[in-house]
């Protein structure tokens, strides 16, 4: 009996700790839903969760635009730094000289500090003095900046993004590529297959799994963390062009003070985000059993 | 591998070197940005890379603003939260590795999940909690906030770690006499040490980049460097030296410390999903 008890010895700690911690501020947020919090107007309060719902999901459409923003911006940048990742990876893959010396490199801004990432990007898109703007200079185009235009704001966010995440893919997808097994290339080879039928046919079905995982992880993280870089890049704007759901969740709390709103389109992230997590557990406890 | 066509390698340093331009050039612009004046920032594209350089900048973000104070704050939380979190989470770790238990899987599942769960769902109800507690403001409040996500990171790598240690190294030492706590201090933490110094690394590094609980959660007391980042832009848009210098100081631990962490990348990125 005793013996039984044991792990739960070394575990109530942590899970003491954890349950207080995300336990807790679940059940607060569902209070914060249900009822009319206002920062600003504490007077105002009471039982309101159809009116809440209603508000967020039915009688203004911002909900649903940035809903729109944060897929376009999750597809977006996933799919990019998929790509490039992949390609980076598979180049590293071949044996080069230098090879070891410059990946730690290209590692680089995956470590960075992303409110710092979004300033630099924030920065050398600067219609007066960036980089990118002397360019366009030289070529004709006076004071000219993506993140102030409503329609390519966004551009200018997946180009940061893909900038600091790509080498998470070229991480992930180069540690798959090398831990495939060899026998299946040099039988290809026998066979007579050239670079890219090898590539296609047998190293992207064996690496299926691994990509599966690199993919979701990096698809969670974009729809989590979708703030910093935009918080200090444009602050949703211009207007609304770039206000994903993090972001209106925190502009309705800490902007307006309408706490009860913030924390419906938080609880909304947080359905989505568990539905993704099962998903990727699935795939985890999948390759763990093979 | 095959060996390679001529082409396949002009193809293969030609994307290496474009995509490692793209990679520095923005690192490389924010150096060289801190060592300039505010005049030599609209000089024109010519003179990026070719100006005299000037500490100016960094003299003035440290006698204008309380930037050490800050740095400071950021290091107390970061290595508050990574030691607190190491303590209890490697505690924790042992059991989820070491006995086999029904639920056990779920447990574990529940904690990965904690680390994936959007922080701004945390963050509401924590900003209301800590008004009430008056933990507003407090490097203990933002110690306890970045337990969140560091403590089911060091459960979940962990676990990994222990689970690869074989488990007769402490029985054999329990069966010369040692007690169970003795066996685990003697035996199997001395082997765990470059483990936990990584997972210790990435805690730090996650807590020194953290951005939106520092945010919502200090204002004057405990705040933290990445929050000030971007009061120096409202402050005045043509500072960009200024921003930059501030800028430098915060990244520059990260990524000697990220070279320190290179050979843990994988497992701490992908936390454990894909073996190294």
Not at chain 1, 161 to 167: L, R, S, Y
Not at chain 2, 106 to 131: C, H
């Amino acid at each position: 009996m005793l013996r039984r008890l044991r792990p739960l010895l070394f575990l109530s700690p942590t899970l003491l700790i954890l349950l207080s911690i995300t336990l807790f501020p679940l059940v607060y947020s569902l209070y914060l839903a249900s009822h009319t919090v206002i920062l600003t107007n504490p007077m105002l309060s009471g039982w309101s969760l159809t009116d809440n719902l209603r508000e967020v999901f039915i009688e203004s459409p911002e909900y649903w635009e940035s809903m729109l923003t944060t897929l376009i911006l999750v597809v977006a940048v996933v799919t990019l730094e998929f790509v490039l990742g992949l390609m980076l990876a598979y180049f590293f893959f071949s044996n080069f000289r230098g090879r070891n010396l410059i990946f730690p490199f290209f590692l680089m801004p995956m470590m960075l500090t992303p409110v710092v990432v979004g300033t630099i990007w924030r920065f050398l898109f600067n219609g007066e003095f960036g980089l990118i703007a002397g360019l366009l200079k030289a070529v004709g185009v006076e004071n000219y900046s993506i993140l102030n235009q409503p329609s390519t704001a966004l551009v200018g966010i997946v180009i940061a993004d893909v900038w600091q995440w790509t080498p998470f893919m070229l991480l992930l997808l180069l540690a798959g590529m090398r831990a495939l097994p060899r026998s299946p290339f040099e039988a290809a080879q026998v066979d007579g297959a050239n670079a890219f039928q090898i590539f296609r046919d047998i190293m992207l079905p064996m690496m299926k799994p691994i990509i599966i995982i690199a993919v979701l992880m990096r698809t969670i993280d974009a729809f989590n963390r979708m703030f910093d870089i935009i918080y200090i890049m444009t602050n949703g704007g211009p207007g609304r062009a770039s206000e994903t759901l993090a972001v209106m969740a925190f502009r309705q709390s800490f902007e307006y003070f309408f706490m009860h709103q913030g924390a419906i389109v938080a609880l909304s992230m947080l359905v989505i985000i568990t539905i993704m997590v099962k998903i990727l557990n699935r795939f985890i406890a999948g390759r763990k059993g093979a | 591998m095959s060996p390679k066509s001529r082409l396949y390698w002009i193809v293969c340093y030609g994307i290496l070197a474009l995509y490692g331009a793209f990679t520095l050039l923005p690192i490389l612009y924010l150096a060289v940005s801190s060592f300039k004046t505010q005049q030599q920032i609209y000089d024109g594209i010519a003179a990026t890379f070719w100006f005299t350089p000037t500490l100016d900048s960094y003299r003035f973000i440290f006698e204008t603003k309380p930037i050490l104070q800050m740095l400071t704050n950021t290091l107390i939380v970061s290595v508050g939260s990574t030691v607190f979190s190491l303590f209890f989470g490697t505690i924790a770790a042992y059991g989820l590795a070491r006995y086999n238990f029904r639920g056990r899987d779920d447990l574990a599942f529940y904690i990965l999940s904690i680390r994936m769960f959007p922080p701004i769902v945390a963050a509401l109800p924590i900003f209301m909690i800590f008004n009430g507690l008056n933990l507003l403001d407090t490097k203990t409040g933002l110690i306890i906030a970045y337990t969140t996500f560091n403590l089911p990171f060091v459960v979940w790598m962990m676990t990994g770690f222990i689970k690869a240690v074989p488990v007769q190294l402490e029985e054999a030492a329990m069966v010369d006499g040692q007690s169970h706590l003795g066996a685990i201090w003697d035996i199997l933490v001395p082997v765990l040490r470059p483990s936990i110094f990584a997972v210790a690394i990435f805690c730090i590094i996650f807590s020194w980049n953290e951005f939106l609980f520092a945010l919502i959660l200090t204002k004057s007391q405990a705040k933290t460097l990445p929050v000030a980042i971007p009061e120096f832009i409202t402050w005045t848009e043509v500072g960009w030296n200024y921003v930059a210098a501030a800028g430098m100081v915060l990244v520059a631990p990260v990524l000697v410390f990220s070279f320190l962490a290179q050979r843990y990348m994988v497992r701490g990125m992908s936390m454990g999903a894909i073996k190294d």
